[in-house]
């Protein structure tokens, strides 16, 4: 893609919440992934993913985020939520428009802060994920609509395929 963006914050010193600002940058989009998968980042496991854990054994998978030891699967009742050990595993939840954190779409742009755009699944309450605080992606809103608009040069990706 040859397209420019900015996620900017203007005047304002940062966008999202203080400790999870959305960076500056200008970048060029790189792909973009519909139906992703989304992987939880460290900061979000430990600050986040953790305490629900601890408060509600079957948080995981009722979200349906699978817990990853070396590419394998595991179980969430294997795992020891009062130490340490979470930190350990990777955490994928499964792609899906209704639960997914990613919602329908993801979209790359490279950067040195490892943030990237997408959907939201909390389309009612735009901007506002229950689960998780921002970790300073871009949520887009009316991202059907955008993505058309970003694929409007590419050959057989109209509105319809979007």
């Known amino acids: 893609m040859h397209m420019c ?15 999870k600002a959305t960076p500056a940058v200008e970048t060029r989009i790189t792909d973009i992934n519909f139906n992703p998968t989304w992987t939880v980042p460290a900061s979000i496991v430990k600050k986040d993913l953790i305490p629900k854990m601890q408060k509600d054994p079957n948080y995981l998978t009722d979200n ?16 020891n939520w009062f130490s340490d050990e979470g930190t350990r595993y990777t955490y994928r939840q499964d792609s899906g428009a209704d639960f997914n954190s990613m919602g329908i779409v993801r979209i790359n742009i490279p950067n ?12 009612g309450v735009f901007g506002d994920d229950f689960r998780f605080i921002s970790s300073g992606c871009v949520r887009v809103q009316n991202v059907r609509e955008y993505i058309t608009w970003l694929l409007k040069d590419t050959p057989g990706w109209g509105r319809q395929q979007v």
């Open 64 to 79: 349906k985020i699978r817990i990853l030891s070396n590419g394998s699967e595991i179980s969430p009742k294997s795992v």
């Open 112 to 123: 040195p802060y490892g943030v990237f755009m997408h959907d939201t699944n909390t389309k």
């Open 5 to 19: 963006t900015h996620a900017s914050s203007g005047t304002h010193d940062n966008l999202g919440s203080p400790d």
